[in-house]
């Protein structure tokens, strides 16, 4: 299936998307070992400022430019409009995870968690974006004209 994008011309650089998705899969595993709910409170700022802004602030996204900087990968463009989307889901997770390990709900905390960690994996190894394949699905179920 092709990810399409009708919302914008914007587009990003999938390396970067990759690199970002693979931070955040570690941090899931710290959030994991250490049942630590500060690293889903930093996951949720991260993705807030990848989703709902430019992303300028963005510490995750700044690590992965550096990073690219460091290995120069030909850049891969992608629509934007997808990643944004998937950005918006793994904020919306994040804050899911974080509110049950304040809750003490520790069991369906990390159960969500390792599912967080799962999806930045397929993304990041993979190239496999379920946040984007649910964002093409919610266009084709709510078709825009």
């Not at 400022?49 to 510490?59: E, I, M, Q, V, W």
């Not at 919306?92 to 990390?110: H, M």
């Amino acid at each position: 299936m092709q990810i399409s994008c009708p919302v914008s011309a914007e587009r990003v650089n999938e390396n970067i998307v990759r690199m970002i998705a693979f931070m955040v899969a570690l941090i899931g595993v710290v959030c994991l070992i250490f049942s630590n709910y500060w690293a889903m409170i930093f996951l949720i700022f991260d993705f807030y400022l990848r989703a709902f802004t430019t992303g300028k602030y963005s510490l995750l996204k700044w690590l992965a430019l550096q990073i690219a900087k460091i290995f120069p990968l030909t850049p891969k463009m992608t629509d934007a409009a997808p990643k944004k989307f998937a950005a918006t889901l793994g904020f919306t997770f994040s804050l899911i995870v974080a509110a049950f390990y304040f809750l003490n709900f520790q069991t369906i905390a990390d159960v969500l968690a390792f599912v967080l960690v799962c999806f930045a994996l397929l993304e990041s190894v993979l190239a496999i974006c379920v946040g984007c394949y649910v964002y093409s699905y919610w266009n084709i179920l709510f078709k825009r004209n």
